[in-house]
């Protein structure tokens, strides 16, 4: 039995419930908590290299939106503490904007 290859993401369940409905989202929303992801860390002076980013197939839901592809990369990229207040965020703000409808 082969064993399923776990995501980056993955590891922490409320960034994949985060990953998830984020995916889901419509793609304005996937771009508005794209740049919340980047504006706040912006606030917070992190800083981090894209040069190697596209060096793939582009494959991934979230790599037909650049913006949301700086996101997640950002977030792959980031201490494990902010990556989770991150997800807490992104998904109080899709469930938000969710039960406005």
Do not use: G
């Not at 590891?11 to 771009?31: G, K, N």
């Not at 290299?49 to 650049?66: A, G, P, T």
């Not at 913006?67 to 201490?79: G, N, T």
Request: glycine content about 0%; charged content about 35%.
């Amino acid at each position: 039995m082969q064993k399923k290859q776990q995501r980056w993401y993955d590891a922490d369940p409320v960034l994949s419930r985060a990953i998830a409905l984020w995916e889901q989202a419509e793609e304005e929303f996937q771009t508005i908590c794209a740049e919340y992801v980047l504006d706040k860390l912006k606030d917070i002076d992190f800083k981090m290299s894209l040069d190697e980013q596209y060096n793939y197939i582009l494959r991934r839901w979230y790599d037909k939106n650049v913006k949301v592809s700086h996101a997640m990369e950002y977030i792959k990229q980031a201490p494990e503490e902010l990556r989770h207040e991150l997800a807490l965020d992104i998904v109080e703000y899709i469930e938000k904007v969710e039960s406005e409808k």
